[in-house]
């Protein structure tokens, strides 16, 4: 298991002890160019990964708001890969990826500064099962 699977691994764990729920569901999922992720009642999204294809022109910034959290990702706090000559220099990017871990309890809207059309984000979606 990787660093990142443990560290979300663990983080799950601990905020569903926390919160008192012992049973629960939980189901990896990816949207593409989302506009939203729907989060349901007795629901938990994780968000674990995000990539742009394709380094649009600036501004790059994605927002992810929720009623819990607001995740802002800029290419200055995400990881760039180039084509091209090895100092990166010249050439384009490859694609524009973040591990950021982020929690939400209410549905998540995404808006999108720019021209970014070609992204997609992962995230593990925990549902409560306790009665």
Known sequence: MNTLNEILSDMIKQDMQQRGIT???ITDEIAENPGQITVGVNETVY???LCL??????PLEITLLSASTQIIYTKG???CYYRGNVTG???EYDYIES???SRHLSGITITRK?????FYIQ???VKNLNK
Request: aromatic share 14%.
């Open 99 to 101: 591990s950021r871990i």
């Open 47 to 49: 968000i674990y990964y």
């Open 114 to 118: 720019g021209t970014i059309e070609d």
């Open 123 to 125: 995230y593990i979606k």
């Open 23 to 25: 049973r629960y569901h």
């Open 89 to 91: 220099q010249t050439g």
């Open 77 to 79: 706090n995400t990881r």
């Open 53 to 58: 294809k394709h380094l649009p022109p600036p």
